[in-house]
Each structure stands twice: as structure tokens, then as C-alpha cells.
């Protein structure tokens, strides 16, 4: 099985929720959850493409989490 992370699919959408993840951190109150559940959802994109893939969604998220707070944008 091959579950290497590539530049492409859900690069945007994971960039977006952990810009989102961050920013509600710095919020009091529910405006904080509201905005942690909109970044959650929005992993829901690259989760289904690797459930299309036939891939261990959880493994590969986890690994695009790592990627993006390491590398940046182009991890998908």
C-alpha cells in the first residue's frame, strides 16, 4: 500500500484548516468552536479522497497535518 503524501488533492483545504485551527485559538468563547468545527470540516475533503484511493484516511491526515505545519500549502 502506498500512502506517501503528494503535491495536489486536498493541498488547499488542509492549508485552509489549519490557518482556521490556529486562528480560533486566539478566539474567546463559542465563535472558537464554531470556527474549529469549519476547519474540521474542511478535512473532510482530502478524508474522502483517500477513502476513494483506498487508503488509510487517518494515517494519511496525520501525515498532511505534519506536512503542513512543517513544509506549507503544496502537500495534499
Avoid: W
Avoid at 488547499?12 to 463559542?30: C, N
Avoid at 476547519?39 to 477513502?51: S, T, V
Avoid at 487508503?55 to 503544496?74: E, M, P, Y
Amino acid at each position: 500500500q502506498n500512502d506517501s503524501v503528494v503535491a495536489g488533492g486536498g493541498a488547499i483545504e488542509m492549508e485552509l484548516s489549519k490557518y482556521l485551527r490556529d486562528y480560533s485559538r486566539t478566539i474567546p468563547g463559542k465563535q472558537q468552536l464554531l470556527i474549529g468545527a469549519y476547519a474540521k470540516a474542511l478535512e473532510i475533503i482530502p478524508r474522502q479522497l483517500c477513502d476513494n484511493a483506498g487508503f488509510n484516511a487517518t494515517n494519511i491526515l496525520n501525515k498532511l497535518r505534519a506536512k503542513h505545519a512543517q513544509v506549507g500549502a503544496a502537500c495534499g
